[in-house]
């Protein structure tokens, strides 16, 4: 089986491009407005930031065979029931003759409060992930084969993000990963962790810095959490699943 991955990492930097566009687009729009909101909101109440990525999905969708899914993108269409919460809003859906085919959700976390949002990131996914399986299990979803889970983040590559972080665990040491660990490191582990501990079929951090407006850069931390993977994974699948 050949896969066709879309031209993948053109696709990226246009994404990345129009992430940090569309961002300084909606903070400018605010002070213009005089609505300015506090910190870094202002240019993430817009929406629409990752739209890029999205777009990047759809291709794979289409390149590998499965040209009759549906490719769900925004509004309540992207809603699926759960088992510990009635229902979760996806940020991207992949449906095809009744079958949940994939479910994707698209992050992004900007400087400077990195600590908290890191937190709040990781408990979000895991929780998410438990959520849709134990969901699955339970027959929520009809009866069918596992669909593919995936999880992206674009996290803004910058000093505080790389710099390295001391824990405090008084009663008990860190896992050795996590000993001395920037949050991009951390997120590279967590990545890792969560694809190994099967919550997600892939799972994928890009860096990438507020200079490249122009240009589309990014980085990725390692070939397991990268985006080349990711994209191999989800193509993989959608083949399959349109050989059904």
Same mark, same amino acid.
């Given at each position: 089986?050949?896969?066709?991955?879309?031209?993948?990492?053109?696709?990226?930097?246009?994404?990345?491009?129009?992430?940090?566009?569309?961002?300084?687009?909606?903070?400018?729009?605010?002070?213009?407005?005089?609505?300015?909101?506090?910190?870094?909101?202002?240019?993430?109440?817009?929406?629409?930031?990752?739209?890029?990525?999205?777009?990047?999905?759809?291709?794979?969708?289409?390149?590998?065979?499965?040209?009759?899914?549906?490719?769900?993108?925004?509004?309540?269409?992207?809603?699926?029931?759960?088992?510990?919460?009635?229902?979760?809003?996806?940020?991207?859906?992949?449906?095809?003759?009744?079958?949940?085919?994939?479910?994707?959700?698209?992050?992004?976390?900007?400087?400077?409060?990195?600590?908290?949002?890191?937190?709040?990131?990781?408990?979000?996914?895991?929780?998410?992930?438990?959520?849709?399986?134990?969901? +699955?299990? #339970?027959?929520?979803?009809?009866?069918?084969?596992?669909? =593919?889970?995936?999880? /992206?983040?674009?996290?803004?590559? *910058?000093?505080?993000?790389?710099?390295?972080?001391?824990?405090?665990?008084?009663?008990?040491?860190?896992?050795?990963?996590?000993?001395?660990?920037?949050?991009?490191?951390?997120?590279?582990?967590?990545?890792?962790?969560?694809?190994?501990?099967?919550?997600?079929?892939?799972?994928?951090?890009?860096?990438?810095?507020?200079?490249?407006?122009?240009?589309?850069? +990014?980085? #990725?931390?390692?070939?397991?959490?990268?985006?080349?993977? =990711?994209?191999?994974? /989800?193509?993989?699948?959608?083949? *399959?699943?349109?050989?059904?």
């Amino acid at each position: 089986m050949t896969l066709d991955l879309a031209d993948y990492e053109r696709k990226a930097a246009t994404a990345v491009r129009k992430f940090w566009k569309n961002r300084e687009v909606a903070r400018q729009r605010q002070i213009d407005s005089g609505r300015t909101d506090q910190g870094e909101r202002a240019g993430v109440t817009a929406g629409k930031n990752m739209d890029g990525f999205l777009d990047l999905v759809s291709s794979l969708v289409r390149k590998n065979g499965m040209k009759d899914a549906k490719v769900l993108k925004h509004g309540r269409v992207l809603t699926l029931p759960g088992y510990f919460r009635p229902t979760k809003i996806w940020d991207l859906l992949i449906l095809r003759k009744d079958r949940l085919v994939a479910a994707i959700e698209l992050k992004s976390q900007v400087g400077p409060s990195f600590g908290n949002n890191f937190n709040n990131r990781t408990e979000e996914a895991i929780g998410t992930a438990v959520d849709l399986w134990t969901a +699955y299990r #339970e027959g929520a979803f009809g009866e069918q084969s596992q669909p =593919f889970l995936g999880w /992206l983040i674009l996290l803004e590559d *910058a000093p505080a993000s790389r710099k390295p972080v001391k824990n405090l665990s008084p009663h008990f040491p860190l896992f050795p990963d996590f000993q001395n660990a920037s949050y991009a490191d951390r997120y590279n582990v967590f990545c890792k962790k969560m694809v190994q501990e099967r919550l997600y079929s892939a799972a994928c951090v890009l860096m990438s810095p507020r200079s490249a407006t122009r240009t589309g850069k +990014y980085v #990725e931390m390692s070939e397991t959490t990268g985006l080349r993977t =990711f994209v191999t994974e /989800l193509a993989g699948h959608i083949a *399959a699943e349109a050989e059904r």
